[in-house]
């Protein structure tokens, strides 16, 4: 028995995003988002996208090209304080923003991915963002119904990938990307490098290969990924 | 293991396409591995924590730490990644399940299954089998066309308590191949050297009969 | 800046654990079952205990040990059907058996541990299991709840650790223990090798020191652990 | 920085104890870490993945994926660990974080945190603050008594939206410390050079005063 051959090109795997699609983004800030990916995306220019992804990246940076570029219709997130275009286009209309706490943005990904339908949770009770909040009481407690977050499409960043999809991710670049790994219909990681199978020790792997669709795999790393110097 | 089994079981083998992440439960549906081709890309998944499940080993070459899920001891492919209970759940109930091949105790006309518990003489837990059967994209059981005393096993209504209702796609037996349909159970195959009127008096539910030859394996 | 050191005696990590506690126990048959452990609390005798585990482990092993020494009021778990002692129990009503689906065990444990009330799911919803269980509707879906399961004790078995309590876990061993490490309040890892801090790679650590209260190192391995020939 | 901020951010070092595992909002509580005692057995837990946070690096030593969730370059230390962003609320909301430093806009006499959103000027999302503010065991407050218009961030009643209702422990201040009771917010210490008249006239909510001698800090 061998395993299957997920590697593909990175304008393969892009073009299967259609417009309108919902896409979730891994990263906190710069570690653990797929640049290139996202590159690829404004490259093709799919429009009308709901983007999901912790932060908004920085300006000029990421998610900023998809924003800059006119392709978000909506953004699902839990902070976007280092993009002023992000915000400037929530405040003027022009961008549809939910914001969520942070982790429960990633416990509800977490919950789509585990085939749940949602969560309870006292999270935010007191707070704005509970507001329309669904209200179950249990053993006299209120909690909040989260619903489950998935996505038409996952695209990660991982240091390491195996040609069927076993990742590595590097330190706090793991971040969302394991639970968008379980998240989304079609998922594609980009990698660093493509390891051969059996490189990864079973032991160690953060995503196990059959959560992944489509493995891309980068002749180099764009500026964004380095060190950002403020 | 009776010829009639062996039929079933390299039958039920061809249902495994290329590139499926498949379960195989306990007993007759973990023999189906053994008649893959070797260079089929399959990924075998055990709900104690492994993708890409190996051969099995002999007591002196044991892992004592890796097992599959009944408690065989299994080995590592290269490609192979362990995980933890709850990620190996989200894999079954998050869609990522290809097929699962399950035994069962009775199978109704409409595609319930009883498999875990006869109440009173059997009554260990469902374990895994209530998810796998709920949440794998495809649900094939394998299982005799009758159990020891004769009876039946897919039969109009099941009278033990349910695993999963309405979950089953196909049984495989020793004696035949049966979709169940949205109109019913509709025989797909015969095995050599049966009727189909031999299986459609071996059966409880009443079993559509398309028009035509009906292929044997 | 330095890490606390969490090790102890097995003596003292078990002495904490008082009559009618709630115990969660590692393990999916043999990988993964703090055999030690186990032994230390049929040593002390404590009683009353309500047992959260993945099964009963087989007759003359492991969580039978506590069965046999009457010392287990209520076991919550998914499979027993390896320990004829445990069905005899429960058929005479001596000891009071909750069974869950299996993921769904995994997952009440892990809500527990990520500080959520419950989770809404339709596993089981068609079976003897459904009964009684609260239902909300949401977007025309029927959901059950379950609700989080913590206790006041874990017993896990590591292949390593540090003196913070990092832990790693070996292949299938792993299964409930890195959820049960979340779920309890007070949390107890036997482990096969005591590692110096710093020895295991934070990009491979299965469960976090912040998990752990106890780390205990095991001399050597009872024949408990070895090799099960049938 | 000014002698009164760095003796509020030394005072609020000592409340950190032995074992415990903290978290440290950006800005302010971030430079309590340099107070430390270099041998004291702390974990600092940041909520995008990793427990035990190592000094912050020059950007020509930098690892590129290893920050803070304030963005700055640190480092690991023998003993940290990396997880996904699940798990890391889980640490938080499981009631493992022992304490958080939070910046503040207002904080109320009931101990309600608003920190997160002045409704027109600044909208930038809540980021971790809302489940740090109401899940870590013990919440204390890191701010300079008073804006820079010279308004009390110790309020009667928050105006701003909440982070989290009731969630406040204690407040470090460039003027006093001080615990939110049940009763209401009471004065602890005030800053050496300040009488208590001083730091009770420059709070918007009343001080509970307790009799006896003041302790400076």
């Known amino acids: 028995m061998r395993f299957q051959d997920k590697t593909t090109t990175i304008e393969a795997a892009i073009a299967e995003i259609p417009n309108g699609a919902s896409v979730m983004l891994g990263g906190f800030g710069v570690p653990g988002t797929p640049f290139c990916l996202i590159d690829e995306l404004v490259w093709q220019g799919q429009t009308g996208l709901t983007i999901i992804k912790n932060d908004a990246n920085e300006t000029g940076m990421g998610v900023d090209h998809l924003l800059k570029n006119g392709q978000v219709a909506r953004l699902i997130t839990t902070h976007i304080g280092l993009n002023a275009r992000a915000i400037e286009m929530m405040n003027a209309g022009d961008l549809k923003v939910e914001f969520c706490a942070q982790g429960i943005l990633a416990e509800r990904i977490r919950t789509a991915g585990a085939g749940l339908h949602g969560f309870l949770t006292d999270i935010a009770i007191d707070t704005e963002l509970a507001e329309g909040k669904h209200r179950v009481e249990l053993d006299g407690r209120i909690s909040m119904v989260e619903t489950a977050l998935k996505a038409d499409f996952a695209l990660l960043h991982a240091e390491g990938a195996d040609p069927f999809g076993n990742l590595v991710y590097a330190a706090t670049a793991r971040n969302f990307n394991p639970l968008m790994a379980m998240a989304a219909t079609q998922v594609i990681a980009e990698t660093e490098t493509l390891l051969p199978i059996g490189a990864i020790d079973p032991n160690h792997v953060h995503t196990p290969g059959p959560f992944v669709d489509k493995v891309v795999t980068l002749n180099e790393l764009t500026k964004e990924y380095a060190v950002v110097q403020r | ?217």
Chains 1, 3 share one sequence.
């Not at chain 2, 499926?20 to 439960?25: A, K, P, Q, S, T």
């Not at chain 2, 109009?156 to 169940?180: E, G, N, W, Y």
Request: charged share 20%; net charge neutral.
């Open chain 2, 1 to 217: 293991m009776s010829n009639a089994k062996i039929r079933m079981i390299r039958r039920a083998a061809r249902e495994i396409e290329p590139g499926m992440v498949v379960n195989l439960g306990i007993g007759l549906p973990t023999q189906v591995i053994d008649q893959l081709p070797p260079d089929m890309p399959v990924c075998l998944h055990s709900e104690n924590g492994i993708s890409g499940i190996g051969p099995t080993q002999p007591y002196d070459k044991a892992d004592r730490n890796l097992i599959d899920a009944g408690g065989a001891y299994v080995s590592p492919l290269p490609g192979s990644a362990y995980f933890d209970s709850a990620t190996s759940f989200a894999l079954v109930r998050g869609g990522r399940l290809d097929l699962t091949m399950l035994g069962a105790f009775e199978v109704s006309m409409t595609g319930d299954l009883a498999n875990w518990k006869i109440p009173g003489l059997f009554t260990p837990g469902a374990g895994g089998g209530i998810e796998l059967a709920q949440k794998a994209r495809k649900v094939v059981i394998l299982t005799t066309h009758q159990d020891r005393k004769g009876r039946s096993k897919i039969v109009r209504q099941c009278s033990l308590p349910l695993t999963a209702k309405a979950c089953v796609d196909r049984v495989f037996t020793d004696m035949a191949v049966i979709d169940i349909s949205p109109e019913g159970p509709v025989l797909r195959e015969v095995r050599e050297g049966l009727s189909v009127e031999d299986v459609v008096a071996a059966t409880d539910a009443p079993l559509i009969v398309p028009k035509g030859e009906i292929p044997r394996f």
